[in-house]
Nanobody, 122 residues
Framework: QAQLVESGGGLVQAGDSLRLSCRSS????????MGWFRQAPGQEREFVAA????????YYEDSVKGRFTISRDNAKNMAYLQMNSLKPEDTAVYYC???????????????WGQGTQVTVSS
């Protein structure tokens, strides 16, 4: 059964760092693009970052450029989101997603994790 499981969320102060991890299983890693999305209370889910299947291409939402770094370890079926200089507006549930195409659109990702909460206090 295809599955994505996120971990690493928590409560931090503004300026702190967190690293989110996403473990995939059930054969959905391989050649899939991995993406991170987030959803704050009362808001729609938004794109954060994506990395191509071989790690050669990455793309970030403007507000996280220079602060967040997406990476992957194909040997371990893992994807990561290193988040530095966190701000209160980064507070959201963060979701890992996998899909066959490199995209910023959530509809391009058929596989999703359950999400991990990130809360940044001011």
């Amino acid at each position: 059964q295809a599955q994505l499981v996120e971990s690493g969320g928590g409560l931090v102060q503004a300026g702190d760092s967190l690293r989110l991890s996403c473990r995939s299983s059930g054969g959905i890693y391989g050649a899939y693009t991995m993406g991170w999305f987030r959803q704050a209370p009362g808001q729609e889910r938004e794109f954060v970052a994506a990395i191509s299947w071989n790690g050669a291409e990455t793309y970030y939402e403007d507000s996280v450029k220079g602060r967040f770094t997406i990476s992957r370890d194909n040997a371990k079926n893992m994807a990561y989101l290193q988040m530095n200089s966190l701000k209160p507006e980064d507070t959201a549930v963060y979701y890992c997603a996998a899909g066959p195409h490199f995209s910023t659109r959530s509809t391009s990702y058929p596989f999703w994790g359950q999400g991990t909460q990130v809360t940044v206090s001011s």
